[in-house]
């Protein structure tokens, strides 16, 4: 499979994070434009994030990580998260991009002997996907384990593995912030020597199931030691920026390489 950008849109862009389950449909929106404007079919991966929807839900059933023992709290988990695809497809398909959801839970599931997880997965929805000329979207999800309980698997997660499998040439993380901050100002770049220490930094900062930026920062050094060549934490709420992301162009933002 081949792509050149995988994008997640951050819950932090797309939603209202600090109000359950409220859509941020102007942000929604005007992507959607954007999408409609600069996308070309074949060339780009799409990831949601929980935001206000799986976040709430999930944050009710994890036991303190990120597992789920009961199987109400796994469905209403996986149905909040429906939920947000769902209006994410509706503004999508309204401005003609045919966005085409893929149920993580249908396509990851863990292994687990002992207390050891080992994310197993096939790709092979996402790449045909692709192939049909439409936009793959997959959003965080609750994944089920062989022992039998559920695991989220975050977006920044999915987003890494994915521009891995894809070999794309950046991972570009949305969210509602202009990039990494640091003394109220964002870094342009940070070099992949520096992430450790940033990332002990940003830790106890989060407000989310996944680790916040201190999650995501940790994904990227994963994702560039793992062979990735390049991501950028950019600001999804500034209009333009996706389109230009959509066609190649360099933006404002925190580059990682
Ligand atoms: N040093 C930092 N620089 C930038 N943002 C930071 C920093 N420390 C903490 N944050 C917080 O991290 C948030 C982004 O991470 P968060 O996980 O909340 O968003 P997201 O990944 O877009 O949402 P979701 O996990 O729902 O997809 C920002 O909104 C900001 O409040
Ligand atoms: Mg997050």
Redesign the pocket.
Known sequence: MRADLVIKL????I?Q?DTPYSPNLAVIDRIADEFSSSWRAGRVLLV????SF??RAAIKYVDGGSKLFSPRGIAETRHAMHRLTSILAESFLEKGVPFFAIDPSACFFYEEADSKPSLGYSLRPVELALSAGLLPSLG?DVVLSSQGHGRIL???TIARILALASSARLLA?????D????GGKHLGKIGRGELKEIIAA?KG????V?G??A??LSEVGEYLSSGGERALIFNATRPGIVARLLRGEEVEGTYID
């Open positions: 951050g819950g932090s862009a939603t994070k949601h994030g929980g935001g799986g976040h965080g975050s977006g920044d993380f949305g969210t509602d912030v990039g990494y901050l640091e940003a900062r989060s407000n989310d996944t916040g930026m999650g995501k």
